[in-house]
């Protein structure tokens, strides 16, 4: 018996670190894209040592490498949309810009800055070029609340804070805001 032939799913570019737990990261983009049939192709930004419990170590990919990764996927499966996680650091920050600089599809940024526990996810210096670079051609960035706080320069409290953070990343970056 022939197979009935499938539907070309769209392409999904995740840009972002591989999660040895799996519950984050590269992964969790791809089981996402999967469960709403979307191709999903994966530049890998770093590596991580995590489980549930504990992130143990954070080791970049090389910023050469995570452009050749992003080119490749764009020479022969053009993505419909980019989603952009943790870079960490600010070579990587500064490829990913670089090769986007003048996408065909909107990017989706997730801004991850900080860890549950608190531990800083992106290096010194790397959020003011994720600020410069990334967030002005971001179709919509989709930060957390201690993310917000960050990116806005605000204590965020209350449902007020939250609308007032929102506005601020708005204004000061000209990309869409959707805060979690």
């Known amino acids: 018996m022939i197979p009935a032939k499938r539907k070309k799913w769209p392409v999904a570019l995740t840009i972002a670190g591989s999660d040895s737990g799996g519950g984050a ?24 040592a995590q489980n549930p419990a504990a992130l143990a170590a954070i080791e970049p990919c090389s910023a050469k490498m995570l452009r050749r990764q992003i080119q490749a996927v764009f020479d022969e499966m053009p993505p419909a949309a980019v ?13 990913a810009a670089a090769a986007l600089r003048n996408p065909a599809c909107p ?29 002005p051609a971001a179709a919509i960035v989709t930060p957390n609340i201690r993310e917000a706080a960050l990116l806005s320069g605000r ?15 708005h204004s000061r970056f000209g990309c869409r805001v959707l805060l979690k």
Do not use: Y
């Open 25 to 48: 990261g590269i992964q969790a983009d791809l089981k996402t894209f999967a469960a709403f049939s979307v191709h999903g192709a994966s530049a890998i930004a770093c590596l991580t």
């Open 83 to 95: 989603k952009i996680g943790m870079l960490f650091s600010c070579e990587n920050v500064l490829a």
């Open 107 to 135: 990017i989706v940024l997730d801004p991850v800055l900080v860890s549950t526990s608190g531990r800083p996810l992106l290096e010194p210096g790397a959020l003011k070029i994720l600020g410069l670079k990334l967030l």
């Open 155 to 169: 204590a965020i409290s209350s449902r007020e804070d939250m609308s007032a953070a929102a506005r601020t990343i």
